[in-house]
Structures are given as C-alpha cells and as structure tokens.
C-alpha cells in the first residue's frame, strides 16, 4: 500500500461555507510522515491564505467527521475564507516518528526539530494543495501556541503571520512544570500520564473524586515514581534527572533563540492563565529588543488558560467583566490580523500592546509593556496584619507561622478535582475566593485599610521579603489579594478576596537556581518573588492583601524542609515541620512593589 492516504469529501457547516477535507501523510526531510487534514472551502471566488495549527493532542472530528474548530474557536476565521491545515506532530497520534516533549531547537544543521517539520509541511502544501495564495499564517494555544513560536524562529518564506497564544518558554522557572524551582505535582503528574502514557491521551483515574488525600498518600514524589510511573515516562524521568536549572532545561527555554523578529507575531495571554502566564509575556518582552519593523504585538485578557479561543468571555468564575472579552478578541483582534497580513484587507489599528484591565473593565491601548509611565509604589507589611504604604518603623518586629508538610495548606477548596476529566474545574481555581485560607495558623495575612479612592495595577508587581526558616529549605506562596467591600453591589460578590497576582518560591534558589543552597535556620533571608505584570483597578473601598504561606498542595510537591539535593529522590523519613518567620521591621522591610497609574 503506497504512503499517501487521500481522503475528499464534502461536508456544509451551519453559518460557514462547506468544505472539502483532505487527509495526508506528509514527508518530512528525514522521511518520517505527518499525519495531517486539509479543509478548503468550496467555491472560493479567489485563492485563498492557509491558516496551520500543529498539535500533540490529536485531531478532534465532529459526527461528520470534520474538526469542530471551524464552527467553534474559528468560526469567524472560517467565515472570513481559509484553508485550514491541521496536523499531528512528531509521534503522537497517526503520525510517525518519536514524539519528545518540548522538543530542542536542533543544534545540526541537518537535524529536525519543530521549525524544520512545519517548513516541511508549508512547502509541501505550496506544491500539492489547491487554491491557495501563497501565503501561511499559524496560530494556536499552549502546546499548539509553542510550536507556533517554533515555526516563527526560523520560518519558511511564506510564513506571513502568526498568533503565539499561550506558549510556554520555560519549563523550569514560570510554566507548566516548575514555577521558581518548585515542582507543580498535580498539573506535572496528570500531564505526564496523560500525554506519555498512550497516543489517545486518557486522563489518569484516581478512583475517587478528591485527589488531595491521593497525592497525600501517595507521599513522596520518590514514591510516586515507584508505585506509579517507574521509569517508563521519559518526561518524569527527565523531572527526576534534572532537579536544577541545568543545560537540560535551558536548551528547552524559547526567549534565548529570539533573536530576531521575522514575521508579524501577535503574542496572547490571559491574566488567570493556570498553566501558561509567564510564557507569553516572557516570550514576548524577549522579541522586543530585535524588534526593528514592528511586527511584536501583546494582548492580555481576563482570561484563563485559551479562554479567549472559546466562549463569549464575559466571567471568569464569579468574576464579571462587563462584556464579551472573548467575543472581542476573536471578530476585533485575531480575525482583522490574519486579513491584515494574509490577505491585505483593512488596516491593522492594533497598538503595541492591548490589555484588558479588570476592575474598571475596560481594555487600555499601550505603546510598550509594562508602561514606561508607572510609578512605583511599595506596600510594606506591618505589626498586627496590617498592609499600608507608610514604611514601617524602627521596632524590631516579624510574624510566625508553622509549615507541615503532612497537613498541607490546600490550594483551593476541596473536593479538589483532576485537573482532566469530567466535571474539572482547574480552569477557574485562580479566581477562587481565598476566605478559605484566611486566619488559618499556617497562613500569615496582612491587609489594608479600605481605599479612599481607585488605585490602579498596571505592570510589574514583586515580593521583596526578608524571612527566616527553623529548617533547612521552604517554599514561599506569595499573594496580592483584592478584597472586596462590604456594600459591593453584587451580593454575592461582597468581601469576596480575588486572587491579582501570585506565584511560589524555592527557598534553596535564592542566589541560583542552577546551584541551590540550604537556607541557614534562624538566618534572616531575602527573598525576592516575581509576581508578574498586571493591569487591574483595586475600587475604592476595597482593601488589599496579602498572604503568605509555605505549602500549596498539591498543585506544588511538599519541600520535605530539610535540604535534599534532589528532591525528587527524599524519603518519607526527610520530611518534617518548621517555623517560617517574615520580618517587618526598618532594617528588614517586607513589601510588595507595585507599578502603579
């Protein structure tokens, strides 16, 4: 039987033209094949761009047998007229070859690798598919928005614009896997078994619906790699191989190759993206400096994770925005890009960067990010769980708490569900209200007095902390909180406490993450947190928080609080409880820096 698998037929699609798909198994430079589908409209009174996604997830088909996305995420893309191509990458579903997880950007001239495999396929649909006009655009999310950087980095010629959505750049220090050298266990190990242990991606069965007592007993992660994944996934074993930021994630990290800004890309994240924030924002501020034609664009969203690609945007759990932000992004932003730069139809009226503020609700028009106009502005910790913007006084002065590991501080309220499957609510728990937490004994808060008037977030926010450990090691969960007034007009919504920015911290990283060091017990540390960018308007009347606590179970693995090299490998035996202190004092400062309008 001959390689070349061609399949036709045509099909209508409610409110689209129909389409004829075609399916092919596409040669790649090395002779491996890619499993690919090809929708052309029908009738098309004029050749047409071609719009690629590449995707290790499969390709899903409706009852007709045609990918949903063309009634669904790109319906209005569909109405404009494309080819939509969609292919399966490298080992995973009917295509051939060894799949590898965030594969390397090839350092042999003649090896393959993301970029090399979608020029492939772009010159290959030059040369074979019908109707066309010559020219690619790429776009995609997560996974699908990094193979679209991939592509970007070293493009085929007809590759004219492209909408990275979502990318992750770094594994290690802000995305899926790792967030500042802490280990993201739940997100880390469903992920891993689902994707690495079998081609249709099966969510992993817990047999129960609360997976917090799970992992708990589950213990160790050196016990998880024994009872359930051995040493048949190569990305766990890659987990316990590389503990440290060492050249095995480096090579894996996207901003280092952006050296240059070869075709329109338009860069997309959401603000309660759960898995993907600091890839986009990290990736685009990098393009930034080559950037000498202007082709480096950023949207940001009240958005979780690819929410702008589905729905109509108008909330975020029980957070309202006040319009259809999705809705928006998909007939005002994406669309009008690709008839831009693929088709030469209309102007492209998008300024450098366009972000949705949450609180006043309403999206700002900027000329960088962050704006080089903010001004910043510190929120220090002090005496009796107060935040204020006076710096504190001379008194010697800290807040204690005690960290144990085996009663961890859980991430959201239980039952905490699988981040897949049916029922999954891992999309929204960033805008879950955090009253679940406060006044706990294991959690440390400190909190304003109501605003007198609007204080507006726009850019960077930084925990600059000053903090000691009876222990050996500890992980620091830092939260900018919105808390929300007593007479907020939405009932529901009165003295809600929104998470605005957060992340974790690996104390043992502090001076290095590719050389960890124990902390000293007792020492005073500092400590500094980067909490990301955001654009958002605390309302007068609200108060601001902030919380700082040590586990966060179990979207982070338990740090045992007594140095292990590789904590991968500790035993139960090494795990035991501390008290982490936080300084509030002249000499020791504890705050929050904002960039404020």
Same mark, same amino acid.
């Given at each position: 039987?001959?390689?070349?698998?061609?399949?036709?037929?045509?099909?209508?699609?409610?409110?689209?033209?129909?389409?004829?798909?075609?399916?092919?198994?596409?040669?790649?430079?090395?002779?491996?094949?890619?499993?690919?589908?090809?929708? /052309?409209?029908?009738? =098309?009174?004029? &050749?047409? #761009?071609? +719009?690629?996604?590449?995707? $290790?997830?499969?390709? *899903?088909? @409706?009852?007709?047998?045609?990918?949903?996305?063309?009634?669904?995420?790109?319906?209005?893309?569909?109405?404009?007229?494309?080819?939509?191509?969609?292919?399966?990458?490298?080992?995973?579903?009917?295509?051939?070859?060894?799949?590898?997880?965030?594969?390397?950007?090839?350092?042999?001239?003649?090896?393959?690798?993301?970029?090399?495999?979608?020029?492939?396929?772009?010159?290959?649909?030059?040369?074979?598919?019908?109707?066309?006009?010559?020219?690619?655009?790429?776009?995609?999310?997560?996974?699908?928005?990094?193979? /679209?950087?991939?592509? =970007?980095?070293? &493009?085929? #010629?007809? +590759?004219?614009?492209?909408? $990275?959505?979502?990318? *992750?750049? @770094?594994?290690?220090?802000?995305?899926?896997?790792?967030?500042?050298?802490?280990?993201?266990?739940?997100?880390?190990?469903?992920?891993?078994?689902?994707?690495?242990?079998?081609?249709?991606?099966?969510?992993?069965?817990?047999?129960?619906?609360?997976?917090?007592?799970?992992?708990?007993?589950?213990?160790?992660?050196?016990?998880?790699?024994?009872?359930?994944?051995?040493?048949?996934?190569?990305?766990?074993?890659?987990?316990?191989?590389?503990?440290?930021?060492?050249?095995?994630?480096?090579?894996?990290?996207?901003?280092?190759?952006?050296?240059?800004?070869?075709?329109?890309?338009?860069?997309?994240?959401?603000?309660?993206?759960?898995?993907?924030?600091?890839?986009?924002?990290?990736?685009?501020?990098?393009?930034?400096?080559?950037?000498?034609?202007?082709?480096?664009?950023?949207?940001?969203?009240?958005?979780?994770?690819?929410?702008?690609?589905?729905?109509?945007?108008?909330?975020?759990?029980?957070?309202?925005?006040?319009?259809?932000?999705?809705?928006?992004?998909?007939?005002?932003?994406?669309?009008?890009?690709?008839?831009?730069?693929?088709?030469?139809?209309?102007?492209?009226?998008?300024?450098?960067?366009?972000?949705?503020?949450?609180?006043?609700?309403?999206?700002?028009?900027?000329?960088?990010?962050?704006?080089?106009?903010?001004?910043?502005?510190?929120?220090?910790?002090?005496?009796?769980?107060?935040?204020?913007?006076?710096?504190?006084?001379?008194?010697?002065?800290?807040?204690?708490?005690?960290?144990?590991?085996?009663?961890?501080?859980?991430?959201?309220?239980?039952?905490?569900?699988?981040?897949?499957?049916?029922?999954?609510?891992?999309?929204?728990?960033?805008?879950?209200?955090?009253?679940?937490?406060?006044?706990?004994?294991?959690?440390?808060?400190?909190?304003?007095?109501?605003?007198?008037?609007?204080?507006?977030?726009?850019?960077?926010?930084?925990?600059?902390?000053?903090?000691?450990?009876?222990?050996?090691?500890?992980?620091?969960?830092?939260?900018?909180?919105?808390?929300?007034?007593?007479?907020?007009?939405?009932?529901?919504?009165?003295?809600?406490?929104?998470?605005?920015?957060?992340?974790?911290?690996?104390?043992?990283?502090?001076?290095?993450?590719?050389?960890?060091?124990?902390?000293?017990?007792?020492?005073?540390?500092?400590?500094?947190?980067?909490?990301?960018?955001?654009?958002?308007?605390?309302?007068?009347?609200?108060?601001?928080?902030?919380?700082?606590?040590?586990?966060?179970?179990?979207?982070?693995?338990?740090?045992?609080?007594?140095?292990?090299?590789?904590?991968?490998?500790?035993?139960?035996?090494?795990?035991?409880?501390?008290?982490?202190?936080?300084?509030?004092?002249?000499?020791?400062?504890?705050?929050?820096?904002?960039?404020?309008?």
């Amino acid at each position: 039987m001959p390689w070349l698998l061609l399949f036709l037929s045509a099909v209508s699609l409610p409110g689209a033209p129909g389409f004829a798909k075609r399916t092919e198994m596409i040669p790649m430079r090395d002779g491996i094949k890619l499993h690919t589908e090809i929708y /052309t409209p029908e009738g =098309a009174a004029r &050749p047409l #761009p071609l +719009l690629l996604q590449r995707t $290790p997830y499969g390709l *899903p088909h @409706d009852k007709d047998g045609l990918n949903p996305q063309l009634t669904g995420a790109m319906a209005e893309l569909a109405g404009d007229g494309y080819i939509f191509v969609f292919q399966d990458i490298r080992g995973k579903y009917l295509s051939e070859g060894e799949f590898v997880m965030i594969r390397p950007p090839r350092t042999d001239p003649k090896g393959v690798d993301e970029s090399t495999d979608c020029a492939d396929t772009i010159e290959w649909l030059l040369k074979n598919a019908a109707g066309h006009n010559g020219r690619v655009g790429m776009l995609g999310v997560s996974y699908l928005g990094w193979t /679209t950087v991939m592509a =970007a980095l070293d &493009p085929h #010629p007809a +590759l004219k614009a492209t909408a $990275p959505m979502a990318p *992750p750049d @770094d594994m290690y220090l802000g995305d899926d896997f790792h967030h500042n050298g802490a280990f993201r266990l739940q997100y880390g190990f469903e992920y891993v078994a689902r994707l690495e242990t079998a081609k249709d991606n099966r969510p992993f069965d817990f047999g129960r619906r609360d997976t917090f007592d799970w992992y708990l007993k589950a213990g160790s992660l050196a016990n998880i790699a024994r009872d359930w994944f051995g040493k048949r996934y190569p990305t766990w074993n890659d987990f316990v191989a590389h503990p440290d930021f060492d050249a095995f994630w480096k090579a894996r990290k996207v901003s280092p190759y952006a050296r240059q800004v070869k075709v329109p890309m338009l860069h997309v994240a959401g603000w309660w993206d759960q898995e993907d924030f600091y890839g986009p924002m990290t990736i685009y501020k990098a393009f930034e400096p080559h950037d000498s034609r202007g082709l480096n664009f950023l949207v940001v969203g009240p958005w979780n994770h690819g929410g702008w690609m589905r729905g109509d945007g108008d909330s975020l759990g029980p957070v309202r925005f006040g319009s259809k932000t999705a809705e928006y992004f998909r007939a005002q932003v994406l669309a009008p890009w690709f008839r831009y730069w693929l088709k030469d139809e209309g102007k492209l009226e998008l300024p450098e960067a366009l972000t949705f503020r949450t609180g006043s609700n309403t999206w700002q028009r900027y000329n960088s990010w962050p704006p080089r106009d903010s001004a910043a502005k510190a929120l220090f910790l002090q005496a009796g769980g107060v935040a204020s913007f006076e710096q504190p006084g001379e008194a010697a002065g800290s807040d204690a708490f005690l960290s144990d590991p085996a009663h961890p501080v859980p991430y959201r309220v239980r039952p905490i569900l699988p981040v897949y499957g049916e029922g999954s609510t891992w999309g929204q728990w960033l805008t879950d209200d955090q009253r679940h937490l406060h006044g706990r004994p294991d959690v440390a808060s400190w909190e304003s007095a109501p605003l007198e008037e609007d204080l507006t977030l726009s850019g960077q926010v930084t925990a600059r902390l000053f903090v000691s450990t009876t222990g050996s090691d500890a992980d620091w969960v830092v939260k900018l909180i919105d808390v929300y007034s007593e007479t907020h007009e939405e009932k529901t919504m009165r003295g809600y406490q929104l998470m605005v920015a957060n992340d974790v911290f690996r104390g043992r990283y502090r001076n290095s993450f590719e050389k960890p060091e124990p902390m000293k017990p007792n020492q005073v540390t500092p400590i500094s947190v980067n909490l990301h960018t955001q654009d958002y308007t605390f309302r007068k009347g609200h108060r601001l928080m902030v919380q700082i606590h040590s586990t966060w179970f179990p979207l982070i693995d338990r740090n045992p609080q007594k140095y292990i090299p590789n904590i991968f490998q500790a035993k139960e035996s090494d795990f035991q409880t501390a008290t982490h202190r936080v300084y509030r004092e002249a000499r020791y400062p504890s705050r929050l820096e904002l960039q404020v309008r």
